[in-house]
């Protein structure tokens, strides 16, 4: 399985983008998929994630309220809005994907060892 992330850019503070992530054809049990995201100097940290099938949806305390998480089946397609972006959302952003479920999915869908499908990045820059 294959991830192809895009939608990554320059913006202002205040502003908006949408991140696309498409899955290859074949299956990984669609258990999640999530976005995580590395600022220079920084560790790779957790942003969002939703279940494939419930369509359940967790984010971390820094983007609650600005960012969304979406998916559409058909497309194998998860999207991340994010808006009122801020200077520190600068940062690569990765989708990862994974098709565990787990009993305490808020924990484990947050976590990177969750996942075992990463794709390549896609960078946002913020400027103030």
């Known amino acids: 399985v294959q991830l192809q992330a895009s939608g990554g850019g320059l913006v202002q503070a205040g502003g908006s983008l949408r991140l696309s992530c498409t899955a290859s054809e074949g299956t990984f049990g669609y258990g999640a998929m999530g976005w995580f995201r590395q600022a220079p100097g920084k560790e790779r940290e957790f942003v969002a994630a939703i279940r494939w099938s419930e369509s359940t949806t967790y984010f971390s305390d820094s983007v609650k309220g600005r960012f969304a998480i979406s998916r559409d089946k058909s497309k194998r397609t998860v999207y991340l809005e994010m808006i009122t972006l801020a200077p520190e959302d600068t940062a690569i952003y990765y989708c990862?994907?994974?098709?565990?479920?787990?009993?305490?999915?808020?924990?484990?869908?947050?976590?990177?060892?969750?996942?075992?499908?990463w794709g390549q990045g896609t960078q946002v820059t913020v400027s103030s």
């Open positions: 990862a994907a994974t098709s565990r479920r787990y009993a305490s999915p808020s924990y484990y869908y947050t976590q990177r060892s969750s996942y075992g499908y």
